[in-house]
């Protein structure tokens, strides 16, 4: 089983900005899908971004041109920079490497002022 360990969630204003990031444990192999989700409670997980092969991203249409997501797979690391967020960000984000089945223990993110 592929641990992923998530760090950078917190509390920020609308507007504001946070990076997360989650990295695999170094004894797993070298990602070639890497992603990120978030849910709300009482709502299904939605795919916020992805990254295949460290070159092609897709964004969910809520994220797209606030949001990057970025990844480095010789360090088994994805990243996720957030903008302009709003406080329909608020959600707690989990990072998924989809070859292992694998998901991150979740980190939190509020906006709000």
């Known amino acids: 089983q592929v641990q992923l360990v998530e760090s950078g969630g917190g509390l920020v204003q609308p507007g504001g900005s946070l990076t997360l990031s989650c990295a695999a444990s170094?004894?797993?192999?070298?990602?070639?899908?890497m992603s990120w989700y978030r849910q709300v409670p009482g709502r299904q997980r939605e795919l916020v971004a992805e990254i295949i092969g460290g070159i092609s991203t897709h964004y969910g249409a809520s994220v797209k041109g606030r949001f990057t997501i970025s990844g480095d797979n010789a360090k088994k690391t994805v990243y996720l920079q957030m903008n302009s967020l709003k406080p329909e960000d608020t959600a707690i984000y989990y990072c998924?490497?989809?070859?292992?089945?694998?998901w991150g223990q979740g980190t939190q993110v509020t906006v709000s002022s």
């Open positions: 170094e004894s797993a192999p070298t990602p070639y899908i």
């Open positions: 998924k490497f989809p070859e292992f089945n694998s």
